[in-house]
């Protein structure tokens, strides 16, 4: 808006206040619109964060080895969740797992 305001001073001489009028109420306008967006976004993450929370709930990760401590190891992971012991995952998939 302001290089519109410049271009138009400096062809004309003068600043046009009803054109700066207008563009202030155009972008009041889109200041709204943008609040309601806003609002309208924070509710779409919102419901992809429950939608998330679901998703994760049914799908488990795979456990694919056991630790030496005994806890599960998942598919992709580097180190154990107990230990932090580093995993050493064969990088064959279609290496024998038995579920
Ligand atoms: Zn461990």
């Known amino acids: 808006m ?8 400096k062809h004309t001489g003068k600043i046009v206040e009803d054109t700066v009028g207008a563009k202030c ?7 709204a619109e943008i609040g309601e967006w806003e609002e309208r976004l924070e ?11 679901s998703v994760k709930a049914i799908a ?19 180190f154990c969740g107990e230990c932090f012991k580093k995993i050493e995952q064969e990088a064959s998939p279609d290496s024998p797992v038995s579920q």
């Open 43 to 53: 509710l779409i993450h919102t419901n992809a964060k429950k939608a998330l929370g």
């Open 25 to 31: 109420a155009e972008i009041e306008k889109i200041e």
């Open 60 to 78: 488990k990760p795979k456990v694919v080895a056991f630790c030496d401590c005994g806890a599960e190891i998942y598919e992709g992971a580097k």
């Open 2 to 9: 302001g290089s519109t305001v410049y271009r138009t001073f």
